[in-house]
């Protein structure tokens, strides 16, 4: 039952603290229509970390206006800690905002002529938390916090991108707002600066807020509790979507009909080494350890393969029976979806960009499996 717990996000327990129902968001202008948001429906955990991922203009900001309350959707409904974010009057929610959502904005939007100390001082100002003579010590300890105690006093132009960004995320922080939203906080960042604005935000979460964040650094999604696909407006099965990246958008929507989710408890085993495979596997979640049989000698465990990735492609793509065996690997269970040999051959054949990439991958593989093998082989031989 221990393992079982382990699939559920961390805050299973916990009350909705974002609701969307059928948000549709289309924008009119001189070149005409566009719906950039095609009927959203999510539901967010307090103290979830989720990460949203898509492409550019596949409206991940869109979205985040939304949860916001900065735009309006078209239509649909938009419920933040109970509270129906487009009942109430622009300046209520205004100021409902500032004191339930900090917000980090694709392109930051400090305040020109203020200084950093003062940007950040700006939302505790607005909706009067903290004590006045508070308020500056407090700004400094989060400037201090993403390593700009030294440029408090600067201006916005007078510091570098990078830095202007971490400003914004320390004034995103500054009224300890419960949900904290941020658009590709850390697109400007040194990677050094970028584990560290990651790490903040991971133990911000594990206190109970609740992050929303678009990314597109995948070191943001693995520490992320949970992670949303937007494609064409739509928000789209994760595991398809990151397992193969070249399908098109109404390939991923098919797909998600013709795959079949599959549970394994640790250990137990997936493909049968000797048998035919008739499966191609994605993993939702868990790992799984690819397995050799050896006559006589110990097995060998070839490689792991985690989240996102596949596997059962070589078997279906080069005929015949399997080499290995895939067992789940015994850290945790594992959540598959499974896609039949007839369905799989038909998205080859709508998609060639995909079967090219599997193509490449299975050349990859096998190659990888034959050095694995050797390596053991020279062990043997060595100690045995
Ligand atoms: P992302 O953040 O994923 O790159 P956006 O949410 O910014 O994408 O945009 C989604 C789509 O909506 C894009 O095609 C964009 O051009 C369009 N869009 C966004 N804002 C507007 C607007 N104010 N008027 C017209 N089209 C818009
Ligand atoms: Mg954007």
């Known amino acids: 039952m221990a393992n079982r717990n382990q699939l559920q996000p961390a805050s299973s327990g916990e009350k909705n603290m974002i609701e969307m129902h059928q948000v549709v968001k289309t924008f009119v202008n001189a070149a005409g229509e566009f719906t950039a948001l095609r009927g959203i429906d999510l539901t967010l955990k307090k103290g979830e970390f989720v990460a949203l991922i898509g492409k550019s203009g596949s409206g991940k900001s869109t979205l985040l206006n939304m949860l916001t309350g900065i735009d309006h959707p078209t239509s649909g409904e938009v419920v933040v800690d109970d509270v129906d974010v487009y009942a109430m009057s622009e300046s209520k929610r205004s100021l409902w905002r500032g004191r339930n959502m900090g917000i980090v904005f694709q392109f930051f939007q400090l305040l020109p002529m203020l200084n950093l100390l003062e940007n950040v001082m700006l939302p505790m100002d607005y909706v009067g938390m903290y004590n006045i003579d508070e308020r500056p010590k407090r700004a400094m300890e989060l400037l201090r916090m993403v390593g700009l105690e030294g440029q408090a006093q600067k201006l916005p132009r007078a510091v570098s991108t990078g830095q202007q960004q971490s400003a914004a995320i320390a004034r995103a922080l500054s009224t300890d707002a419960p949900i ?76 998600n009909h013709r795959v079949e989710t599959v549970h394994f408890q640790p250990g137990e085993t997936i493909i049968h080494a000797k048998e035919p495979v008739e ?106």
Not at 222 to 241: F, H, Q, Y
Not at 290 to 309: A, M, Y
């Open 279 to 384: 499966t191609f596997f994605m993993i939702a979640s868990g790992n799984v350890d690819v397995i050799l049989h050896k006559r006589r000698k110990e097995d060998v465990t070839i490689s792991q393969i985690g989240p996102n990735d596949f596997f059962g492609e070589i078997e279906l793509l080069r005929g015949g029976k399997s080499i290995a065996s895939v067992c789940a690997s015994q850290d945790s269970p594992v959540e598959l979806l499974a896609l039949s040999r007839e369905d799989f051959h038909w998205l080859m054949g709508e998609s060639p960009l995909t079967e090219e990439a599997i193509g490449n991958i299975v050349q990859k593989r096998i190659e990888e499996n034959k050095q694995a093998d050797r390596r053991k082989k020279k062990r043997w031989k060595l100690f045995g």
């Open 180 to 255: 904290l939203v941020a658009d590709e906080p850390t697109g400007n960042l040194d990677s050094r600066s970028a584990r560290h604005i990651i790490d903040l935000f991971a133990e911000l979460s594990a206190r109970g807020k609740t992050i929303v964040l678009v990314t597109h650094d995948p070191s943001m999604t693995e520490r992320a509790s949970r992670t949303m696909v937007i494609s064409d407006g739509e928000l789209v099965n994760p595991t398809i979507a990151q397992a193969l990246p070249l399908l098109t958008h109404p390939l991923i929507k098919e797909l």
